[in-house]
C-alpha cells in the first residue's frame, strides 16, 4: 500500500502499545518520521528502537502526561513541522453511573476527552502550516450510549461532535479532521475490561470466536515484516 504520506512527519500519542502502537508502525511503513507519545518512556524507547531497526525511519520518543495543559504546551514548543496528529491516548474505565464516581470520570476525560482538545488546540498552527491531518481514534461506544460504559460512552459521544465541529473549521485553513471508531480489537485493555465486567462467553470473545450474541472478531496486529 502506498499513501503517498512517505517523507511526512507523524506525533503518534498514546503510542507504546495497543492501537497506538500499531497506528505508529503501519505509518513507518509508509515512510513516515515519527514523534511516539505516552506516559511509559521505557517501553516507548523499546518500542522506538524495533520500529527503527524494521523500518529505518527516524523516530523520536517524548514522555508526556497528556492529561496535563502544561504538557500540552511543552510539547509544542519541542516539536515543529507535524503533517500527522493521531490522538489515541486515553482509556476510560468501563462502569455504570453509580459506579464510576466523580474523581474517576474527571481523570478519565482529563486524559481523553481533554487530552484531545488541548494537543490540537497547541499543535493546531503548526499542523496549519503543513496543511496536515488530525486523525481522532474514539470508539464505537459513543454512537452506542451503553449504560454499563457511561463514561466512555458520553466522551466518544463529544470527541465525535469536537472531530464534526473542528472538521467544519480547519477546511479553511486546508487542513482534514478524520474520526475513526475501531470496531472490536484485541488489546490488553479490552482484554482488562471483559475481565473486569465479566459477560457470558467472554473468554470466547477474548479469541474471537463467535458467542451469543455474535461479536466480530476482533482485529490482531500482524507480525513484523
Given at each position: 500500500m502506498d499513501l503517498s504520506i512517505r517523507g511526512k512527519v507523524a506525533l503518534v500519542t498514546g503510542a507504546s502499545q495497543g492501537i497506538g502502537l500499531e497506528t505508529a508502525r503501519v505509518l513507518a511503513g509508509e515512510g513516515c518520521a515519527l514523534i511516539l507519545v505516552s506516559r511509559d518512556k521505557g517501553r516507548l524507547e523499546t518500542e522506538a528502537a524495533n520500529i527503527r531497526r524494521h523500518y529505518e525511519v527516524p523516530v523520536r520518543v517524548e514522555a508526556a502526561d497528556l492529561s496535563s495543559a502544561a504538557e500540552h504546551t511543552r510539547l509544542s514548543a519541542n516539536v515543529d513541522g507535524i503533517d500527522i496528529l493521531v490522538n489515541?491516548?486515553?482509556a476510560i474505565p468501563p462502569g455504570t453511573l453509580q459506579e464510576i464516581d466523580d474523581q474517576q470520570w474527571r481523570d478519565a476525560w482529563d486524559l481523553k476527552v481533554f487530552g484531545y482538545i488541548g494537543l490540537t488546540?497547541?499543535?493546531y498552527t503548526n499542523l496549519a502550516k503543513s496543511k496536515g491531518v488530525i486523525i481522532n481514534i474514539i470508539g464505537v461506544a459513543g454512537?452506542?450510549?451503553r449504560p454499563d460504559y457511561i463514561?466512555?460512552?458520553t466522551g466518544n459521544a463529544a470527541l465525535m461532535a469536537f472531530t464534526r465541529a473542528l472538521g467544519k473549521a480547519a477546511s479553511s485553513d486546508g487542513m482534514r479532521v478524520i474520526g475513526i471508531n475501531p470496531g472490536p480489537v484485541s488489546t490488553s485493555r479490552n482484554e482488562m475490561m471483559l475481565k473486569a465486567k465479566p459477560r457470558p462467553n467472554w473468554a470466547t470473545r477474548i479469541a474471537g470466536r463467535n458467542s451469543t450474541p455474535p461479536c466480530p472478531t476482533p482485529a490482531r496486529p500482524p507480525?513484523?515484516?
Amino acid at each position: 500500500m502506498d499513501l503517498s504520506i512517505r517523507g511526512k512527519v507523524a506525533l503518534v500519542t498514546g503510542a507504546s502499545q495497543g492501537i497506538g502502537l500499531e497506528t505508529a508502525r503501519v505509518l513507518a511503513g509508509e515512510g513516515c518520521a515519527l514523534i511516539l507519545v505516552s506516559r511509559d518512556k521505557g517501553r516507548l524507547e523499546t518500542e522506538a528502537a524495533n520500529i527503527r531497526r524494521h523500518y529505518e525511519v527516524p523516530v523520536r520518543v517524548e514522555a508526556a502526561d497528556l492529561s496535563s495543559a502544561a504538557e500540552h504546551t511543552r510539547l509544542s514548543a519541542n516539536v515543529d513541522g507535524i503533517d500527522i496528529l493521531v490522538n489515541n491516548a486515553g482509556a476510560i474505565p468501563p462502569g455504570t453511573l453509580q459506579e464510576i464516581d466523580d474523581q474517576q470520570w474527571r481523570d478519565a476525560w482529563d486524559l481523553k476527552v481533554f487530552g484531545y482538545i488541548g494537543l490540537t488546540r497547541a499543535l493546531y498552527t503548526n499542523l496549519a502550516k503543513s496543511k496536515g491531518v488530525i486523525i481522532n481514534i474514539i470508539g464505537v461506544a459513543g454512537e452506542l450510549y451503553r449504560p454499563d460504559y457511561i463514561a466512555g460512552s458520553t466522551g466518544n459521544a463529544a470527541l465525535m461532535a469536537f472531530t464534526r465541529a473542528l472538521g467544519k473549521a480547519a477546511s479553511s485553513d486546508g487542513m482534514r479532521v478524520i474520526g475513526i471508531n475501531p470496531g472490536p480489537v484485541s488489546t490488553s485493555r479490552n482484554e482488562m475490561m471483559l475481565k473486569a465486567k465479566p459477560r457470558p462467553n467472554w473468554a470466547t470473545r477474548i479469541a474471537g470466536r463467535n458467542s451469543t450474541p455474535p461479536c466480530p472478531t476482533p482485529a490482531r496486529p500482524p507480525p513484523w515484516k
